[in-house]
């Protein structure tokens, strides 16, 4: 047999979250690798698993639920998995505030869940299952100090982040309490064309190449004051790899070091699209505002850079160009058919 074929030489992960944009993203990384890719799905005849079928034909679907603790404990006995990545979540914030307590359940005690499965199936001996939790910047909400690193205080802003917290925290005290290889990424902002349209990035460069096209008339949006520190998803997946290939568990921020504010975002946009100001399309609407808004973000991935030697390969100019021209194809690809 073909080694790479031979199931039992390969190295096995289990991804939650798989249909989300970073779930596509580290599946297409970790098949490069030489992975055999296992993605967690819930719900019946789920709408996503066609598509994902269509993209990463390699994927094995395997049906579980954050929610149903049973479920995961099945999926990790069936798929014993040498690396668990834990991506799913809600991860828009501005639903968070709508759905507050369903995000409590998903977003923080599904990694309690997650972790106890762990703890029950272990893995093969000498072999434990690695975990890599997706921590998120939004931890640091109005944030205490800048930039943040993996020691400034968190002070979350939305129940997403109060739960993303509860998921932080869960992950290391099972790593101090159980000794489980348990580590978290604190994630900022990462974009890029397979973004939900729902995100201010894609959203702006979608409605952008709409308008080009004569498609739409405006984009209506909150707060536009607002800065990030905004990478790409593709850039980020590589350092949750490689969190889990370390000797010891441990907790990275993953960022560019670079902030912008939406402003920025949108100036490039529009200059790239080749509609001119943005000003002339742009309209505020407070249905868009937060009831509680996080300022500004800027992360420091000194950490990550110099213990795991990770660095970001694509800029801000870069990524837009890149969101941009992805926009206007798909949006061409559409009207055509
Ligand atoms: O908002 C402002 C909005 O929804 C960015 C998630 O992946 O990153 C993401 O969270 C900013 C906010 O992302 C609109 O008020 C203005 O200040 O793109 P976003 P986010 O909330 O920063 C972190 C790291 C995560 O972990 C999350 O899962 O843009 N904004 N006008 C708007 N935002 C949206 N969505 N739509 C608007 O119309």
Redesign the pocket.
């Known amino acids: 047999m073909h080694p790479v074929l031979d199931l039992t030489l390969m190295r096995k992960a289990f991804i939650t979250g798989i249909t989300g944009q970073d779930g596509r993203h580290l599946a297409e990384f970790l098949h490069g690798k030489g992975y055999k890719v296992f993605g967690m799905m819930k719900g019946q005849h789920n709408p996503r698993a066609e598509l994902l079928r269509d993209e990463f034909p390699y994927v094995e679907i395997i049906p579980g639920d954050l929610t149903d603790l049973t479920s995961l404990v099945t999926a990790l006995e069936q798929v014993q998995p040498d690396e668990f990545y834990n991506l799913g979540a809600i ?4 639903m968070s505030f709508n759905q507050a307590e369903l995000t409590a359940n998903v977003t923080g005690l599904g990694v309690l869940r997650a972790l106890e499965a762990i703890r029950m199936v272990g893995g093969a001996q000498n072999n434990p299952i690695r975990f890599y939790q997706a921590s ?3 931890m640091f909400g109005k944030v205490r100090e800048v930039p943040q690193t993996e020691l400034t205080p968190f002070h979350p802003r939305s129940p ?1 982040g109060v739960a993303k917290v509860f998921g932080h925290h869960i992950t290391m005290n099972y790593r101090e309490s159980y000794g489980l290889h348990a580590s978290s990424g604190i ?3 990462h974009e890029g064309p397979r973004r939900g349209l ?4 894609r ?1 702006i460069t979608n409605t952008a190449a709409r308008i080009k096209l004569g498609i739409e008339k405006e984009l209506v ?4 004051d ?1 800065k ?1 520190d905004w990478g790409y998803a593709g850039d980020y997946v590589k350092a949750m790899w490689m969190m889990l290939q370390q000797d010891e568990p441990d907790d990275y921020v993953i960022a560019t070091g670079e902030t912008h504010s ?1 402003e920025e975002f949108l100036t490039l946009t529009f200059e790239k699209v080749g509609l001119g100001d943005w000003k002339n399309y742009v309209r505020h609407d407070p249905k ?1 505002l ?1 009831p509680a ?2 300022d500004l973000l800027i992360g420091d991935p000194s950490k990550a850079k110099t213990k795991l030697g990770w660095q970001p390969e694509v800029g801000f100019d870069k990524l837009v160009e890149m969101m941009v021209e992805h926009d206007i194809a798909y949006e061409t690809r559409r009207l055509k058919k």
């Open positions: 991860s828009f914030v501005a998120s910047s939004e997403y994630l900022f902002n729902e995100f201010v990035t959203k949006l909150g707060n536009t607002a990030r939406v868009f937060r808004e996080v």
